[in-house]
Each structure stands twice: as structure tokens, then as C-alpha cells.
């Protein structure tokens, strides 16, 4: 079976540091994905990760461990337009399909 | 601009009608997705489309049929639409050539089935 977890609403103050982390069991793995989605829009291409390790793109950083089935999405210096939620989804076998997670839903307060 | 659009953005609808909600492309992909997406439940595959001759059914393929037209075109249709099929449906492209399969997604559409 397929399956991937996400903590399901996390909250954090403007200015801060927050982990979003991803659990994932998947028959076959070519790459994990993070996208951004805010309330009723499309959902955004945030990050890839295909091998194990640390990619950072400006504030966003995402990590993936291939042999734990773990990945987290790391937001730095949060901002209110941060506010959303973050779909995890993983490539599966043959680069065929996207499995997604049910999101995390981020709220950024003052 | 290279995009995904979807259309009608909005549609309510009545219990037994057809519904065919059509997506474009001009990013060039050969790759077409639809999902829907419920509160609490993620974005789930529906059907997806390699290229014009070919059609896969995903997760939830039960009272959704759809039509590739063209490279271009990808459209879904609801044959009775029920209110359970109420629902925010997204259209995505990929290209295979990639070898990423990085999607990019439409802006939605609302269906609401009464």
C-alpha cells in the first residue's frame, strides 16, 4: 500500500522557525515533493528531493531520508503570507504518479 | 505566459445532471492529471493521461469519465453528478521528459452538486 503522514495543523508566531514533517511508505520512491497551497488556490511547487540530504532555496529548506521514509519542510523567518497549507507527495514507481498527504495546515500569528 | 486553465472556475448543479469541466494547456506537457480535493482528505488522482491515446484510471475513477482531445485538452466529465462529487477538482500537467514529474496545477474548480 501507499501511504504518507502529515501532522494535520501546526501553528507558529511571525518571525519564527517551524518544522513540518513527512512520513511516507510507497511502493517504489523517485523523489519527494513539497507544495505550498493557500486557501482555495492552486497548489505551488515548493521544493523536490530525490536524494538524501539537505536542499535549501532561500527561506524554505526541505531534507529527505530515504531509508527512514522521512522528509520535513523547514520555513525560516515565517511570514504572515505563509500561512497555508503544505502537501507533501511522493513520486512513485515508473514516475507514473504523485501520491500526496492530506496537507498541513500552517497558521502564522502575530 | 505558459499555463494551466481550467474552466467553468465555478459550477453548482443539480443531482442527475452531466457536468464536463475542461482543462488547457500551453506549457507543451504530454502529461495530464485531474484530482479532486475534500476538506481533510488531500488531493486524490482521478484519472490521468500520458498522452492523446492514452487514458489510466486513478484512485477514485467510480462516476468520472474523461476525454484527452487533443495534447492540449483534457477534459472530465460527471455523466449523473451526485452530491457527493461536491468537491474542488484540479486539472496538472507533467512532462515526462524531465524524469522529475513535477506537476503544475490549474487554479480549480468549484463544484457544488445540490
Known amino acids: ?110 | 505566459d505558459a499555463d494551466v486553465t481550467q474552466t467553468p472556475r465555478n459550477r453548482i448543479t443539480k443531482t442527475g445532471k452531466r457536468i464536463m469541466l475542461e482543462c488547457s494547456q500551453t506549457k507543451g506537457h504530454d502529461r495530464m492529471y485531474w484530482y479532486r480535493q475534500d476538506p481533510g482528505l488531500g488531493l486524490q488522482l482521478i484519472y490521468y493521461s500520458f498522452d492523446v491515446k492514452d487514458i489510466n484510471k486513478g484512485e477514485i475513477s467510480d462516476g468520472y469519465s474523461v476525454s484527452r482531445q487533443a495534447q492540449a485538452k483534457f477534459s472530465l466529465s460527471l455523466e449523473s453528478a451526485i452530491p457527493n462529487q461536491t468537491a474542488l477538482y484540479f486539472c496538472a500537467t507533467s512532462a515526462a521528459e524531465t524524469g522529475v514529474n513535477e506537476q503544475f496545477f490549474g487554479p480549480g474548480t468549484r463544484l457544488t452538486v445540490l
Open chain 1, 1 to 110: 500500500g501507499q501511504n504518507i503522514d502529515q501532522p494535520t495543523e501546526m501553528t507558529a508566531t511571525e518571525g519564527a522557525i517551524v518544522q513540518i514533517n513527512c512520513t511516507y511508505q510507497t511502493s517504489g520512491f523517485n523523489g519527494l515533493f513539497w507544495y505550498q497551497q493557500h486557501a482555495g488556490e492552486a497548489p505551488t511547487f515548493l521544493s523536490y528531493n530525490v536524494l538524501d540530504g539537505l536542499e535549501e532555496k532561500g527561506r524554505f529548506s526541505s531534507f529527505l531520508s530515504r531509508s527512514k521514509g522521512y522528509s520535513y519542510l523547514l520555513l525560516k523567518e515565517l511570514q504572515m503570507k505563509d500561512s497555508a497549507s503544505y502537501l507533501c507527495a511522493v513520486n512513485g514507481r515508473g514516475f507514473q504518479k504523485l501520491v500526496f498527504g492530506t496537507g498541513t495546515r500552517l497558521l502564522v500569528s502575530p
